[in-house]
């Protein structure tokens, strides 16, 4: 069984830094691109950032690349968020997901996190 563990949310003022971290168990965490999504209250779920099997590639939503980095350790099952500069508008419930396919535009999510709230103060 997939388990996606979240973890690294917490309360920050404006222009903090947070890394968020998911461990991964119940599969070959190498073979899969990972994903994290956010959710704001009132607010569909949003695409934040991916990076494929290899982390050779990575891909962000425009409002937060240059600001928030992807990266995966293969060895240790986890794939971590860098969040730099945060906002206001970055609060949410971050969620990490597994891809049924190792690469970033093939596939879909397939197993989800239980999430980690991010609040940003202004």
């Known amino acids: 069984q997939v388990q996606l563990v979240e973890s690294g949310g917490g309360l920050v003022q404006a222009g903090d830094s947070l890394r968020l971290s998911c461990a991964a168990s119940?599969?070959?965490?190498?073979?899969?691109?990972m994903g994290w999504f956010r959710q704001a209250p009132g607010k569909d779920r949003e695409f934040v950032a991916a990076i494929d099997w290899s982390g050779g590639r990575t891909k962000y939503v425009d409002s937060v690349t240059g600001r928030f980095t992807i990266s995966r350790d293969n060895a240790k099952n986890t794939v971590y968020l860098q969040m730099n500069g945060l906002r206001p508008e970055d609060t949410a419930v971050y969620y990490c997901a597994t891809k049924s396919s190792s690469y970033i535009d093939f596939g879909s999510y397939d197993y989800w996190g239980q999430g980690t709230q991010v609040t940003v103060s202004s």
């Open positions: 119940g599969r070959t965490f190498s073979s899969y691109a």
